[in-house]
């Protein structure tokens, strides 16, 4: 079985460009949300979603936004991005909200 | 959302040696969930625990829970240059399914 797939693996962007992200969890799995890792720093909670729906948003700004497709891929959006968005964007899926969660390998954004 | 603290931030074992790292929590919790993070690689979910005084163990590694529900503990034995990485604890919010991480143990074996 493939695992939680995330594209694009890598990307540079220039400041105050957008970015799309994209998620594809695990088959079966309802529940997919979105972090962000700083080098040297446990994951930051951005989005949770399960059967469509947005269940839980963390503490970033409104430049950040998601959403969940009917197949359950996902997909993260950040506009007007900052240097300070530079990080490592996790995507993670769970068969519910109250399991344990299978993380992708991430996408590296990098913000020049 | 709640906030775990997780000790030591360092921790650098000869291999073979036995190691145990911490997360506290000033409050009651419904859950933690333990992970791995390789360098350079992506978390890797290893166990949940949901029950006061609970105990899991998989091989080398012991997990408790707290009978308060306030802490929760690694326990590895006989470390192998395999076990080298960050450990997170996890928490899982009930209200709006946050998932808040520790700021991790990283591990360094000698050989």
């Known amino acids: 079985d493939a695992g939680v797939t995330q594209s694009p693996t890598h990307l540079i962007k220039t400041r105050g460009q957008h970015v799309t992200l994209r998620c594809s969890p695990i088959?079966?799995?309802?529940?997919v949300s979105w972090y962000q890792q700083v080098l040297g720093q446990g994951p930051q909670f951005i989005f949770q979603?399960?059967?469509?729906?947005?269940?839980g948003r963390g503490n970033f700004p409104d430049r950040f936004s998601a959403r969940q497709f009917p197949n359950y891929s996902s997909e993260l959006n950040v506009n007007a991005l900052l240097l300070g968005d530079s990080a490592l964007y996790l995507c993670?899926?769970?068969?519910?909200?109250?399991?344990?969660?299978?993380f992708g390998s991430g996408t590296r954004l990098t913000v020049v | 959302g709640q906030q775990v603290m997780q000790i030591p931030q360092y921790q650098h074992v000869q291999e073979g040696e036995d190691f145990t790292t911490y997360c506290n929590s000033s409050?009651?919790?419904?859950?933690i969930q333990w992970y791995k993070q390789r360098p350079g690689g992506h978390p890797v979910f290893l166990i949940q625990?949901?029950?006061?005084?609970e105990v899991k163990k998989q091989k080398r590694l012991t997990f408790q829970f707290g009978e308060a529900k306030k802490n929760s503990s690694l326990h590895i034995t006989a470390t192998q240059t395999t076990d080298v990485g960050t450990y997170f604890c996890?928490?899982?919010?009930?209200?709006?399914?946050?998932?808040?991480f520790g700021a991790g143990t990283t591990v360094t074996v000698r050989a």
């Open positions: 993670a899926s769970s068969w519910d909200l109250n399991y344990g969660y299978t």
């Open positions: 088959s079966g799995h309802k529940s």
């Open positions: 979603y399960y059967e469509k729906e947005e269940r």
């Open positions: 409050t009651t919790l419904s859950n």
């Open positions: 625990l949901v029950k006061s005084g």
């Open positions: 996890a928490v899982l919010s009930s209200n709006d399914y946050k998932l808040s």
